[in-house]
């Protein structure tokens, strides 16, 4: 593959399609793109449970911890 190379190439085995070679640049923005989305499920999911909140001097005596 050249380095001026923009579009992926595709390798196949068999005639099948077994992998894909894309410039760094666009691997990095695929690996960006994921991590967004993962970021946004967990967020969904955490919205879709309810929410409670306790003051923080309550958690820190239920945890045996002293405040700094």
């Not at 068999?14 to 070679?21: A, F, L, N």
């Not at 690996?31 to 946004?40: F, G, N, P, V, W």
Request: proline share 7%; aromatic share 4%.
């Amino acid at each position: 593959m050249s380095k001026t190379a923009k579009a992926p190439e595709i390798i196949t085995r068999r005639g099948k399609p077994i992998s894909v070679i894309l410039p760094i640049k666009d691997y990095q923005a695929l690996l960006d793109r994921l991590e967004d989305a993962e970021d946004a499920a967990c967020l969904k999911k955490a919205r879709a449970k309810p929410q409670s909140f306790r003051p923080l001097n309550e958690y820190l005596a239920a945890h045996g911890k002293a405040r700094i």
